[in-house]
């Protein structure tokens, strides 16, 4: 067989083939089609529904659920009964009762006529009724209502059989008009012989077949409707076929169509959807027409059924309109739509995929039935797509339920529209408020922080210190005093006073503060505490008192655990999703908002409910569309959106799948930005060790903020070890300021900055922890720590903490001792990596020998009991650093009193230490003997700062070494403590005698105060004869000097005083007036002092009467004032002898007659009879009488003395004068003397 041959053979095969499988592609499936058919009828099934889905439209009530069909028949069955209403709410399951009542009593012919129409404002009454009458006429075949006017395209069948017979007819036709054609066609087809048979035949379907095109004509003529019929110019217009359809048109058509049809009962639904009443009342008519017309009334009654909701008619209308209504209880409502949905969900509630809460929760906003089975069936499709990706489907259900309920805002979700993607888009609404708040509190925090940060002063101490030296420069420049205390509470206060809480207290209460401006005086300086503030930067006081206060560790901890926590509530804020945001906030406004604006949202309180509970949140993209896997997972997929730019980052947390995939995806410049931080994609880059792809990450998180560090604090907490090691390392290696920022920029409490020290010391080798080590802020900070237990947590770090300490940066100044680490403590001690202070010496002398006896000394006698100490490597670290211990230690030891002397003088006579004057300045100590200080300057220093002990020896010693009274020794005794105390001592005494003349001798003449010399005086040893080498001596010092006899009474001495201190003369003859008596020749008396004795209170009338009569008349008649003073005192003191001359002087000089006649009564005896009338003439009106007048006196004792005296030589007589008080005198008529 040729290839050609062979060709052909398979060709024709081939075709045979294709065709072979064409025919059973066509004739297999209408097989399989007619066998499944038949299988579904013998099985009384009619379709598959394995997911249980449920058509909208009524069913068919069985058993005790039917509760109405017997009532309905009944008012069927009532001829009074014409307009039946079934009344109740929309979805009660009205249509259900009236199917159930069809499918009961099948023996009524019924009509269902329904118009459901969504918008209530599409159609009028003409329109309903021409519905109404579509669905009349449109129910029955036309050919049960032939000459109906409603017109329909009608399905013709038979076309062909009936062109057959039309052709027949048309031969019939021709054979009886005798055709020749048709002759012709007989003699062809040899039909001659039948010729009489099918004559017959001819004629029979001849007559037939025109009567039935008679018969059709007749009804084409009948029904035809001719509107508009025009010839050339001529119009024929047919207007009663252009009337509009509707009931009152019609009439006709109706009595017709119920006529020709065995309708009982007619159905009509949803018409109160239009809230047209009218159209109620056109029915009514329309029933009571049919039921009164005569063919229809003679075989059976109609019943029009109406299907409405209860407000239809207002109050009383639906009585009057309806003939019987039938009330329906809604078979769906808000309490059985629970069980409803959970009898559905059963199998979703049982496997935990649904919450029955939410369904008993969600059940109350749902009361139609048939949304309820739309929202099934739609639950039911979408979870068979995407349930596999979801772990519960209550979301799903929610989206369902927003997607039954609002339809139009689901739409206008997918194209980020509608109210519930406003919801979502304006969240920040809801924070802002919150996040007002959280950044208020904020920068309160920060300020404070700030403000411990610029606050160079450390206590309260050195705050009030501050306000008592402003208070000091204020007063030089006001008043030009220095400050010598404060008066307060009604005394004198010191600075240390002040120091203290009560006092400083009462010192900021004052308006015009008073002070001391020397030891004695005090005065207002005007200045106000409120002015101190002012000058200090106008700063409350009170404010920089917190600010102090905050500077304590506990404190400052608080504010940044505050400020932790309230940046941690608004990153939890920021990132919270609606429903979490909604619970803590009020959101009725929110919603309402939102609500007003998306006016098309008509179930806002279930949608709010769905919100508000998290069923519908920012994921529900996820419940409405289907993810087709691939390379990557959902939630990597929403990670790789959050990259762009428009997208905001997602929370660290965000769970990622596939990250091996994933990462493939992320372009290289998105791993510097902040959207790329998730701690998952941070454990795969290390643990498979994408060096390359971490470090640009780690090079994001040093940027210095608190963005970074709030990642590094989250990632570091949720790592494992192995990964935090290699995150912390990598993090050091590339943040070279990553200590510098967690110390000083960020708000990390102790605690927590801690926990990145141990991460130091365990992660990182000596170089990076040495490059952590900036400006040495690592080595100050762990020298400041009080503990190092954070060295031992999780794991221990303590060998490479020992090899970074020796390199003697860390100077340790604050620890606390814990047994439990002896041994870190003993290699401290051995490597003097320690502070020298006061809590360092006490750690290592005490808490090594907890029962140590020196614990009590450490505060009295520090130094001392150092080096009575067996740490001799202590010992010597402190030898070693001297001038410091003493600075850091001694002088900051308010009760170190006890140091030992001999500590004491080795300590200030080390001519090497830089702080001795320092040390005298601010110790608080005292030199016992004086004299174990080799050095005049330390002794000066001593003496000034009050460092010695009271005592003349001491003061002695340092007279020796200077050999004068200098300023230190005149201030020293100038001192109250000091002159009191040394005032009772006794006499001052010295071996050497000649020293001791001097020392007194140069204290005398000294600079000492006047109240110092006054009190020490009583210690002078020696009485002093001649004063005149003393040089110059304040008249205090010398009425000192006389008033405890140090300057005796001697001419040479009295010529001193009386030259030098003239007002002193009478003060010293006081003292020792009775050697000046016994002595009165050896001075020289002048009348001054005369006056001076005889006014003296201190000098014995019987002295001055000696003093006087050794004194000459001279004397005592050489001035006025001494014969005024001498008469005075001879008036009442009586002198053995006095001479005329002095007595007339006296008498003369008297400033007072009673005095006059006091005089001439205590010396009468001594006046001669011949000087009586010269004497007498003295008074005024005793004179009278020497010129034989009869002068009148006063009655008093005086006067009746004198006149007695006067009664043998001048007066001769005396009687009553008529003046009351007075005595008249009468003379002799001649004088007898």
Not at 44 to 66: A, I, M
Not at 561 to 566: G, N
Not at 630 to 637: C, F, P
């Amino acid at each position: 067989m040729s290839q050609v041959q062979k060709k052909n053979k398979f060709n024709v095969v081939e075709k045979i083939e294709s065709k072979k499988i064409e025919v059973l592609n066509n004739f297999l499936p209408n097989v399989i089609k007619h066998l499944s058919l038949y299988l579904t009828k013998i099985n009384k099934s009619t379709f598959d529904n394995l997911e249980e889905f449920e058509d909208f439209g009524p069913v068919v009530l069985t058993g005790e659920e039917d509760k109405h069909s017997k009532r309905i028949k009944y008012a069927i069955d009532n001829p009074a009964i014409l307009n039946l209403a079934l009344t109740g709410p929309m979805g009660s399951g009205k249509s259900t009762i009236l199917k159930t009542f069809e499918h009961n009593y099948r023996q009524y012919k019924c009509l269902n006529i329904s118009l459901a129409t969504f918008d209530k404002k599409t159609l009028d009454t003409d329109k309903i009724e021409h519905n109404i009458l579509k669905q009349l006429f449109y129910s029955v075949e036309h050919k049960k209502i032939p000459e109906s006017r409603f017109k329909r395209i009608e399905n013709l069948k038979g076309i062909k059989f009936k062109a057959f017979l039309f052709i027949l007819w048309l031969c019939s036709v021709s054979f009886f008009l005798k055709l020749e054609v048709f002759n012709e066609l007989k003699e062809t087809l040899h039909l001659s012989f039948y010729s009489g048979f099918l004559s017959f035949i001819y004629g029979l379907y001849f007559i037939a077949y025109t009567c039935f095109l008679v018969f059709m004509l007749m009804s084409f003529v009948l029904n035809f409707k001719l509107t508009k019929f025009k010839i050339k110019d001529m119009d024929f217009d047919n207007s009663e076929d252009k009337k509009t359809v509707n009931f009152e048109n019609e009439i006709d058509e109706i009595l017709y169509f119920f006529e020709r049809n065995p309708i009982e009962i007619v159905f009509f639904q949803d018409l109160d959807r239009f809230n047209e009443s009218e159209i109620f009342i056109k029915l009514r008519e329309i029933n009571n027409l049919i039921n009164n017309y005569e063919p229809i009334k003679k075989r059976r009654k109609i019943t029009f059924i109406y299907a409405v909701c209860d407000d239809i008619f207002k109050e009383n209308e639906r009585a009057k309109f309806f003939d019987f209504i039938i009330p329906v209880i809604p078979v769906i409502n808000y309490t059985s739509s629970s069980s409803k949905l959970l009898s559905k969900l059963k199998e979703d509630i049982l496997s935990n995929k649904l919450s029955k809460d939410f369904i008993d929760d969600v059940s109350l906003f749902l009361n139609d039935y048939r949304t309820i089975k739309s929202i099934f069936n739609e639950y039911q499709i979408y979870k068979s797509i995407i349930g596999n990706q979801l772990e519960s489907y209550d979301n799903l259900l929610a989206m369902m339920i927003y997607k039954n309920i609002e339809p139009t805002d689901f739409d206008k979700l997918n194209l980020n529209q509608g109210y519930v993607y406003a919801v979502f888009e304006n969240i920040k609404e809801l924070t802002a408020e919150k996040n007002k708040e959280f950044i208020t509190i904020t920068k309160e925090l920060n300020e404070k922080l700030l403000q411990t940060t610029e606050e160079k002063l450390k206590n309260l101490k050195e705050l009030r210190m501050v306000y008592i030296l402003i208070f000091f420069e204020l007063n030089m420049t006001r008043n030009n005093y220095a400050v010598y205390g404060f008066y307060l509470q009604h005394d004198k206060r010191t600075i240390d006073d002040l120091l203290t809480d009560e006092y400083f207290e009462l010192f900021r209460k004052q308006t015009n503060i008073t002070y001391y401006y020397n030891q004695y005086s005090s005065q207002g300086s005007s200045i106000s505490f409120a002015e101190i503030e002012k000058k200090a930067g106008n700063q409350k006081y009170a404010q920089r008192l917190q600010v102090i206060a905050n500077k304590q560790t506990d404190n400052l901890n608080k504010i940044k655990s505050e400020l932790y926590e309230i940046e941690r509530k608004q990153k939890e804020l920021d990132s919270k999703k609606l429903y979490e945001i909604l619970d803590s906030h009020n959101s009725t406004v929110y919603f309402s908002k939102h609500a007003i604006e998306n006016s098309h949202i008509n179930n806002s309180k279930l949608i709010n409910y769905l919100l508000s509970g998290g069923y519908i949140n920012e994921d529900y993209n996820h419940y409405i569309s289907h993810f087709h896997p691939g390379s990557i997972a959902q939630e990597d997929n929403d990670f790789l959106l959050s990259l762009l730019p428009s997208e905001k980052p997602l929370p660290y947390t965000h769970k990622l799948k596939e990250i091996s995939s994933l990462i493939k995806r992320i372009k290289p410049e998105n791993f510097g930005k902040e959207a790329i931080l998730n701690l998952s994609l941070i454990d795969y880059l290390i643990e498979n060790k994408k060096t390359v792809k971490l470090k640009q990450v780690i090079t994001l998180l040093s940027k210095d903020n608190q963005m970074s560090l709030g990642f590094i604090e989250e990632y570091i907490n949720h790592a494992e070890e192995v990964n935090r090691a290699v995150f912390f390392k990598t993090l050091a290696e590339s943040w070279d300021g990553m200590w510098i920022y967690l110390t000083d920029k960020s708000n990390f409490t102790t605690d927590k900055i801690e926990s990145y020290l141990f991460y130091i010391f365990k992660y990182l080798d000596q170089a990076t922890i040495n490059r952590v080590d900036i400006s040495d802020k690592l080595s100050i900070y762990i020298g400041e720590m009080e503990n190092l237990n954070c060295f031992y947590k999780n794991g221990d770090s303590i060998n490479s903490l020992k090899d970074f300490l020796k390199k003697g940066t860390v100077k340790f100044e604050n620890l606390s001792y814990d047994h439990d680490h002896k041994e870190l403590f003993e290699f401290i001690y051995d490597h003097n990596l320690y502070v020298i202070n006061e809590r360092m010496i006490s750690l290592f002398i005490l808490n090594f020998d907890l029962k140590s006896p020196n614990a009590g000394k450490l505060k009295t006698e520090n130094y001392t009991t150092i080096q009575n100490s067996d740490r001799s490597k202590l010992i010597q670290y402190v030898d070693q650093n001297l001038d410091l211990y003493l600075e850091n230690v001694f002088l900051k030891l308010e009760n170190n009193t006890d140091e030992s002397q001999e500590n004491l003088c080795t300590i200030l006579n080390n001519e090497d230490l830089n702080v001795r004057f320092d040390l005298v300045e601010h110790g608080r100590f005292s030199i016992t003997d004086l004299s174990k200080i080799n050095n005049a300057e330390i002794q000066a220093v001593l003496i000034i700062y009050g460092k010695i002990e009271t005592k003349w020896e001491n003061i002695l010693v340092y007279y020796k070494q200077i050999k004068a009274f200098d300023e230190v020794l005149v201030d020293y005794l100038n001192l109250k403590d000091n002159y009191e105390k040394l005032s009772k001592q006794g006499y001052i005494k010295d071996p050497n005698e000649a020293l001791k003349k001097d020392f007194i001798k140069d204290l005398i003449r000294s600079a000492i105060s006047d109240e110092s010399f006054g009190e020490i005086i009583v210690n002078i040893p020696f009485a002093y004869k001649n004063m005149t080498d003393f040089g110059e001596i304040s008249d205090l010092k010398m009425q000192s000097l006389i008033e405890f006899k140090r300057v005796l009474l001697s001419a040479t001495n009295y010529r001193f005083i009386k030259e030098k201190f003239r007002n002193l003369l009478i003060f010293l003859l006081e003292v020792n007036i009775a050697d000046f008596v016994m002595e009165i020749e050896s001075f020289e008396l002048e009348s001054r002092i005369i006056v001076e004795i005889l006014s003296s209170k201190v000098i014995s009338p019987l002295q001055k009467l000696k003093i006087v009569e050794n004194t000459s008349d001279e004397i005592l008649s050489a001035s006025t004032e001494v014969l005024v003073e001498l008469g005075k005192f001879l008036s009442v003191n009586k002198i053995n002898n006095i001479s005329f001359i002095l007595l007339s002087q006296l008498i003369e000089n008297a400033l007072l007659d009673s005095l006059k006649i006091e005089l001439i009564n205590q010396y009468f005896s001594f006046i001669e009879n011949i000087n009586l009338c010269s004497i007498i003439e003295k008074i005024d009106e005793f004179s009278k009488l020497t010129r034989g007048k009869y002068p009148k006196v006063i009655d008093n004792e005086v006067n009746r003395r004198l006149i007695a005296n006067l009664e043998r030589t001048l007066i001769s007589k005396t009687k009553r004068s008529k003046d009351t008080g007075f005595i008249e005198l009468i003379p002799y008529s001649k004088p007898r003397i």
